[in-house]
Nanobody, 126 residues
Framework: QAHLEESGGGLVQPGGSLRLSCTVSGLSLDRNSIEWFRQAPGKEREGVACLSNTFGTWYKDSVKGRFTISRDNAKNVVYLEMHSLNPEDTAVYYC????????????????????WGQGTLVTVSS
């Protein structure tokens, strides 16, 4: 049974950095994409980044150059390295499994994804 678990969230000052982890079990990172999403209070969930063997990487425009998605195959972990964080990055961050990067890249498509982690809260505040 597929299972995703996020970790690494916390409180960080503006301009700071965090690294989120998505530990994956029960599914193949070679055949599945892993996408990072976030949801701020009162806002819809949005795709942030995607890593796929087939489709490469995708990033939301507002995080390009600040966020990096990568994976450790030996540990079955997908990371989201976040730098130059600002208060607008405050949200609960989720990882999800997909077969492409459309779940993250296409607004609203996340509703069709079935395998999610429980989320980890990132708060950017001074």
């Amino acid at each position: 049974q597929a299972h995703l678990e996020e970790s690494g969230g916390g409180l960080v000052q503006p301009g700071g950095s965090l690294r989120l982890s998505c530990t994956v079990s029960g599914l193949s990172l070679d055949r599945n994409s892993i996408e990072w999403f976030r949801q701020a209070p009162g806002k819809e969930r949005e795709g942030v980044a995607c890593l796929s063997n087939t489709f490469g990487t995708w990033y939301k425009d507002s995080v390009k150059g600040r966020f990096t998605i990568s994976r450790d195959n030996a540990k079955n972990v997908v990371y989201l390295e976040m730098h130059s964080l600002n208060p607008e990055d405050t949200a609960v961050y989720y990882c999800a499994a997909d077969f492409s990067c459309l779940g993250a890249a296409d607004p609203g498509a996340y509703k069709h994804l079935n395998i999610w982690g429980q989320g980890t809260l990132v708060t950017v505040s001074s």
